[in-house]
C-alpha cells in the first residue's frame, strides 16, 4: 500500500470530472472499494481546468445539472442560464461534497500506463510518480475535451511575454488593462475569450486561419421565482432531454423545410436567432444537418446576420465561414463577439492570407509583418475524443495497444467497450452517445449502463468481460453508416478528427468519433443490449467461475 491508495481495488475510475463524479456516487451507493484518480490537483476535469474569461455553458445550466437527486435539483440554485465556469466548478464540489465523495478522490495522480494481466482478470495501473495499484475493472472517464493542443510554431519558448492555451488559464487573475494581446484561433473557446475580454485590453489581434459559424447565446439571470419554476418543472425538462436527439429542450421543427414557404422558415429563424441557447441550431429545420441546399440557405441567413452587425464590410467578408454550412460542426455560441470587431482596439488578421511563421521573442511573425505582444493566447482546441485515449498507455489481452487499435479512428461497443480490452469500461467513450448531445446527459446513461454491467457480472460472480469482435464490427459499421447521411462528413471539425495540429489528423481521413443518432435512438440500443443478457459481450467461461466457486468452498 502506497501514501493514501491501497494496492488494489474492485473499480478505479479515471476523471474527476461530471462523468468520474457520477461515477464514484454510483460506486459508493452500492458500498463497492473504489477510487478516482485524477491528474488534476483538484476535482471538476473540463471546470477545473478552462478558467479562461467568457468560459460558461451553452448547455442550459439546469439541463447540465445532474439529474439523479431531486434532493439536489431542490437545493441548487443557477444563477444564469448559461452559467459560468466558476459557478460551475462550485457546482461540482457542492454536489461531491453532499454526497460525501471526495474521500474516494485522489488528486495529481496522472495514469500513465494501464496493462490487462490475463491469468489474474484484472488491471495494472502505473502512476506518473512509478505509484502501481491494481484492480478488476478500469472505468475511464478521461473525458473527450480534456487534452489540449498546442500550434506547431517555431520559437514558442522563445516569446519574454506570458503565453498559455486557454485550458492551462492561470487561476490567479491576469493584468489584461492597457496589454496588446494576441489570441490565436477562432473555434468556441476564441469566440467566449474574444467576446469577454475586448473591452479590457490595450489591443486584441485575432489571428483566425478559418471562420466558425456562432449565434448569439442570449444569456441571462435566473430569478428566484424563476429558479423556483424551474424546480417544478424538472421533471418534464429531463422527460424533454431524453426525448430530444440532443438531450437539450430544443426539439428541431418536425415540418419539412420545403413544405413551408420561404417567408415561414425566415420567420422561424427570426425568432431562434433571438432566442437562448441552441435554439437555432436544435431547433431548426432536420434538413439543415443532411441537405446541401437547405444548409446553405440557411447558412445565407446567418452570413447577413453577421454582416448586420459587423460594420467594416471586408471584416464581416472574413468572419464568414466559406467553406462548410451552419450546424456541421458543434456552433459556438457567443456574446458580443461580432460587436467586438466593431472596437477600435481589436484587429483580426488571416493567416490563410499571411501564415503565421514563428513566435519571436516579442511576438508574433507572419509571412507580411512582425507584432509585438505582452501576452500570447492559444485557443486552438484539443486532440478531441480519442486524446486522452491516447495518453495513456493501454495495454489489452494479447499484448495489443489501444493507441494502435485505434490508430486510423476509434473502434468501439457501443462507445463503452472495446474488444480485446477485457473490464475496461469508457461511460463517455469515442461513439458513444454523450458527444454529439449535452454531456451530462448522455453521462448519466452510460454509467447507468456500465453500472448494470457490472451489477450483472456481481451477481454472477463473473471477473471478466469483454466485448466480441463481431459486436465492436457491427457497432462501428452502424456509427460509420450514419455519417453518411450528414453533411458534418465533410466538416474540419473535431466531429470528424480533423485537427492540423496533431500528427495523422489532418484533413481528408474521417474518423467516426461520435454517435449521430441522437439519445433516444442510444439509449434504445443500449437498453436493447442489457435487455438480451448483455448480448455482444462475452463473460468469463463457466467452467472458470464454477472453479473458483468450489476453490473457495
Ligand atoms: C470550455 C468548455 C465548455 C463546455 N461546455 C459544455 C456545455 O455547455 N455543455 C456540454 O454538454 N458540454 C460542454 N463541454 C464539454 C465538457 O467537456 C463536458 O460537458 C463534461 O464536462 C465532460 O465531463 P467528463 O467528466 O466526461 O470529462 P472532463 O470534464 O474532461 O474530465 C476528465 C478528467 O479526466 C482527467 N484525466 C484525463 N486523463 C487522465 C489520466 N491519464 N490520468 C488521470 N486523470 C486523467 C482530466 O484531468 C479531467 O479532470 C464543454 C467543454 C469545454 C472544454
New binding site residues.
Partial sequence: MTEGIKSHYEVVV???????IYQIKRLADLGVDALV????PDL???????RYPG?R???ESYT?GYSFSKELLNEWHWKERFSAQPENLRYLNYVTDKFGLRKYMRFN???EAADFDEAQDLWRLRLGDGRELTCRFVIL??????IPTLPRLEGMDSFKGRSFHTFYWPHEPVELAGKKVAIIGTGA?AIQVIGEIADKVGELTVFQRRPNWSAPLNNSPISNEEMADIRARYDEIFATCTRTPGGFEHEPDRRGFWEVTREERVALWDKLYDEPGFGIWLSNFREIFTDEVANAEFSAYIADRIRRRVKDPVTAEKLIPKDHGFGVQRVPMETNYFEAYNRDNVHLVDISETPLERVTETGLRTSARDYDFDIIIYSTGFDAITG?FD??DITGAGGAKLFDKWRDGPSTFLGMMVHGFPNLLMP?GPQSGSAST???RG?ENGVGWCMGLLGYMWDRGYTRAEATAEAQARWTAHVTKMYAIMLMRKAKSWFTGYNSNIPGHEHGKTRYLVYNGGTPKYVAAITDVAAKGYEGVVFDAEERVEARASAAR
Fill in positions: 479515471i476523471g474527476a470530472g461530471v462523468a468520474g484518480l485524477d491528474a488534476a471538476g476535469g473540463t471546470w477545473y481546468w478552462n468560459a455553458f451553452d448547455s447540465y495522480c496522472k495514469v472517464a478521461v473525458g473527450l475535451l480534456s473557446t486522452a495518453s495513456i463517455t449535452n454531456f451530462p453521462i
